[in-house]
């Protein structure tokens, strides 16, 4: 698609690409919106879409994923905390920091932050909200 230096007349069609469509199709003017953009219609599938002038498309990049900090938690948690009394996870008991918990899943784990209703546990891969008190 070439870069459009001014708007094109109403009804008047050009090729533009459309999402819904999935390729580049011919697009109708249907109204001048600004001095800047015009409201246009696929006439292929009838998808309305609008067409902006002078202004570049913002590149959106990928959001890298934090830095898990679990295994290095969970080993100080470990060396300090220790395994000795290990509690079975149950959404109906209470837990308090810096407490051992053997979850079914996520094996063990231990207790950062405790809440009225949750708690947050590191284990060896990831970091978890689990529901307790319930």
């Known amino acids: 698609m070439t870069e459009l230096k001014e708007l094109p007349e109403v009804a008047k069609s050009l090729p533009y690409p459309c999402k819904k469509c ?4 011919y697009h109708r003017v249907l109204v001048h919106k600004t001095s800047t953009s015009a409201q246009i219609e696929c006439e292929h599938c009838g998808s309305k879409k609008t067409l902006k002038i002078g202004v570049k498309k913002k590149v959106t990049r990928k959001k890298r994923a ?63 909200i689990l529901v307790h008190n319930y």
Request: proline share 7%.
């Open 22 to 25: 999935d390729g580049e199709k």
């Open 66 to 128: 934090p830095k898990n900090e679990a295994p290095e938690m969970w080993a100080a948690l470990n060396e300090k905390v220790g395994t000795e009394k290990i509690k079975l996870y149950k959404m109906s008991d209470q837990f308090e920091e810096n407490q051992a918990l053997d979850h079914p899943t996520f094996g063990t784990g231990y207790v950062t932050k405790a809440l009225p209703k949750q708690i947050e546990v590191v284990f060896p891969e990831v970091i978890k």
